[in-house]
């Protein structure tokens, strides 16, 4: 039995970052994909390689494999070096997998609403779970010694650090290759880090490529892969597993500290657990003995016995040996041995997605935190009829074949643990229970002070600026509910973004202009004469030399009911005004906000003894009421 680790304080999923088979390319994407039950695999891809010179459905032929199918992400060359200060030469020797990461890292700040510029110097940690050297391997057919880049873009102990280098993070920062388990490893050593006091919060992930059709043939020679091109997680036909790539990366901090902030949390996480399975028969073979083991002990240091766990997402490889002792595994500790009042659901996002290696294990968890945001669990698709090799009513388990609501009980929030495996024997397990109530949603704006909605957006090219424009219109036209939706996005870019080095801004009477003008902007931006023709948008770009000023009129630009609608509604404005009329009221004995506030036949700011006393609380006002903003 490994040793407990105590108590430790509940971590907060609140952010996420991906790039999955089946073009999902945001969270909301893959999740959409799960819920309508859609399949990731699909034939070798003609930019990876020849797959009818290299296929043949005879598993004894030479040099070749059994299986033309897997889990491919679109757009692999794709990758803005720019935007991230790589140059172009560099970006070529850099491993797909390292420019996936550094993707999908930042697209996870940006939905945990995280300012990436913000973290800079702090002691963030970077765990990565990846084991994949296709990139390197093909590398040897190129002459990769004239490009002074190709050590540090094909190794893979760079992966974690580039995150690192990029966002200037300073806590732990390291790559595991546990091999199919490595990114819920990984996980383990993210949330270790930040329980240890090492750092404040964690990026935990995994990536993976498929470029080097080697692999494949190995794999299809020691029987492994499915000759049919599909996962059939606990079914009757699983014939092998189907090889996957594609990222993930989540954002890990302090529950606390995540509700202070005001942050939205996918998952709560509970505990983590790793373990090996020691000697078996061979050393690919799993041990359900080990796997029980972990399971139960990720329960223990969760504070959690077995039946509080509702559902299970499992390895769930498609294999006929590996099937039956995970199913069996999980049976007798969240099953049989708890005599649980109803059967523990079992998932399988592989049979969506394909088995994607190093990063299995985030995807699971990444899918797992949106099933209990969502509280809801997709179906197992590919499935027709149940393995005769487990005895799911005795283990107590139960299948989705149905994409349903996530039932809860009254007493007790839903929880789920992700199960990993790592084909030399490391598993790895994480416990995850739902947000509180109070989750936050990133803050919102009401709507703005008088006339206008003031709605920022950045780029680090002027191209990306009109793209980044575009894109945001096309979100709110697509949202339907533009008015509820826009305080959310506006608060978001204005201060949960990074301010890249291009910057605009529309300015717009109502949420509806707001779409309408970042249209217009995005029109405006790609013009070749640069001419600005719409008054309510702004373009600049970053100088970091320039220091901003407040400049005030004195005397002469007073009116009786200047400040009269800031002072009635807005609370910011008025509390430094009220603030400095208190000490003004002590030693002058008379009431600046009340002079403010009176009509124009009764009022005497005209007169100079009002008229310099009045304008100074104005103009420090606005300035807290902007720095507010």
């Known amino acids: ?64 494999a059994r299986t033309k199918w897997g889990g491919f992400i679109d757009g692999i060359r794709d990758f803005d070096a720019e935007f991230f200060g790589i140059s172009p030469r560099e970006a070529e020797a850099m491993d797909p997998q390292q420019r996936l990461l550094l993707m999908t890292v ?58 690192s280098h990029k966002l200037d993070l300073h806590g732990p920062s390291a790559a595991v290759d546990t ?47 499915s000759p049919t091109g599909r996962i059939r997680t606990f079914d009757a036909d699983a014939d092998g597993y189907v090889r996957g790539e594609g990222a993930g990366a989540v954002i890990i901090k302090p529950l606390a500290r995540a509700i202070d902030d005001g942050d939205h949390v996918y998952a709560v996480l509970r505990a983590t657990c790793v373990n090996q399975d020691g000697q078996t028969s061979t050393i690919t073979v799993p041990s359900a003995e080990a796997q029980a083991e972990m399971l139960g002990e990720a329960c223990r240091r969760a504070g959690l016995s077995p039946s509080d766990i509702d559902y299970v997402e499992a390895h769930g490889t498609g294999t006929p040996v590996g099937d039956p002792i995970e199913a069996n595994a999980i049976g007798s500790v969240f099953g049989v041995e708890r005599n649980r009042r109803k059967p523990i659901i079992v998932g399988a996002g592989k049979t969506n997605t394909g088995h994607l290696e190093s990063a299995a294990g985030i995807a699971g968890l990444i899918k797992t935190a949106l099933c209990l945001d969502n509280r809801e669990i ?22 989705p074949l149905e994409h349903s609501a996530w039932a809860a009980d009254s007493d007790r929030p839903r929880r789920a643990a992700v199960n990993s495996f790592g084909f030399g024997g490391t598993n790895a397990c994480a416990v995850l229970e739902e947000a509180p109530a109070s989750n936050g949603a990133h803050g919102s704006l009401r709507q703005p002070y008088r006339k206008y909605w ?72 790609t013009r070749e004469d640069k001419r600005r023709e719409d008054p309510t948008l702004i373009v600049g770009r970053r100088n970091a030399d320039i220091r901003l000023a407040f400049a005030f009129a004195g005397q002469g630009g007073q009116w009786w009911g200047m400040a009269q609608g800031l002072l009635r509604e807005d609370p910011v404005f008025a509390a430094v005004v009220e603030e400095f009329d208190a000490f003004y009221r002590e030693h002058a004995g008379w009431s600046i906000r009340e002079e403010l506030l009176k009509g124009k036949a009764e009022g005497h700011i005209n007169r100079t003894l009002y008229t310099q006393p009045g304008l100074f609380p104005l103009h420090i006002a606005l300035v807290a009421r902007s720095r507010a903003w």
């Not at 509940?10 to 859609?38: H, N, Y």
């Not at 997709?378 to 299948?399: E, H, M, Q, T």
């Not at 979100?475 to 910057?503: K, Q, Y």
């Open 106 to 163: 930042w697209e996870a700040f940006e939905n945990a609403g995280i300012a990436a510029d913000r973290v800079k110097g702090s002691n963030g940690a970077v765990f990565v779970g990846v084991s994949g050297t296709d990139y390197t391997q093909i590398q040897r057919f190129r002459r990769t010694g004239e490009n002074v880049h190709a050590g540090t873009g094909g190794a893979m102990s760079i992966i974690a650090n580039r995150v």
């Open 378 to 399: 997709p179906r197992n698709i590919s499935f027709k009829r149940a393995n005769p090799n487990i005895p799911f009513d005795d283990l107590g388990l139960s299948l």
């Open 1 to 64: 039995m490994s040793q407990r680790l105590g108590d430790r304080e509940p971590l907060a999923i609140v952010g996420i970052g991906c790039r999955m088979p089946g073009g999902a390319r945001t969270p909301a994407e893959f999740w959409a994909m799960m819920k309508q039950g859609r399949c990731g695999i699909r034939e070798v891809p003609p930019d990876r390689w020849n797959v009818d010179l290299l296929y043949d459905r005879n598993p004894g032929a030479i040099g070749k």
């Open 179 to 225: 091999a199919c388990s490595s990114s819920l490893v990984a996980t383990d050593m993210a949330c270790r880090a930040i329980w240890n006091g090492e750092s404040d919060f964690a990026i935990a992930a995994g990536t993976s490529s498929l470029l080097d059709p080697g692999v494949f043939i190995n794999f299809s020679k020691a029987n492994m892969m």
């Open 454 to 525: 003031f709605v920022p957006f950045g780029a680090q090219t002027g191209t990306a600026l009109a793209t980044v424009a575009g894109n945001l219109s096309g979100r709110l036209a697509r949202g339907g509910a533009i008015d509820s939706e826009l305080p959310a996005v506006a608060a978001n870019l204005a201060l949960r973004r990074s301010h890249l080095t291009h910057r605009g801004a529309v300015l717009a009477e109502s949420p509806v202009e707001v779409a309408q003008s970042l249209r217009r902007a995005a029109r405006e931006l």
